[in-house]
């Protein structure tokens, strides 16, 4: 069974590594593609927020984004393969801030093309956070082993 946990593991920890591996390569000096596709939503989630509390939030560098996204799916992904709680919380976390931000279908109406597309990538996302849901219970519901302490042996006269 441990063998089969690992490769469950290897497998499902391998979409985060793999995915922080490529945003790796593409960084560059603009901070890659992901920087490009994530300026404008970062942008307007900016005002939204602005608009509605009537504050105006801090100006968010897109690069340094990118590369925090990219170190918490890279690390996180490479301790969930060995087992660590630790690295399934981070990332839930990354999966908490950037799954709203990237598949953004509630700004499409459903007759547009790429309400679908996010939509169903929105919902990937949703169950992969579940999963990991599902991982931190279960670790969290095992007993852990304890050491048996041997019961003194009663003293015959």
Known sequence: MGFFSFMGRV?????????????????????????????????????????????NLPEIQIKQLVATSTAIKGIGGVLFVFGSSFGAYLLLIHLLCATPFLYDFYNYHPAQ????????????????????????GMKNSLPRRQIKKKAPKSKTV
């Open 113 to 136: 093309p790429e309400f679908s597309s996010l939509l169903h990538e929105f919902l990937q996302n949703v169950a992969l956070f579940g999963a990991l849901l599902f991982f931190i």
């Open 11 to 55: 497998l499902f920890a391998s979409i985060f590594i793999l995915s922080a591996w490529q945003m790796f390569n593409e960084f560059g000096v603009d901070g890659g593609p992901t920087a490009t596709e994530l300026a404008p939503k970062v942008s307007h989630f900016r005002e939204l927020i602005g608009s509605k509390l009537g504050v």
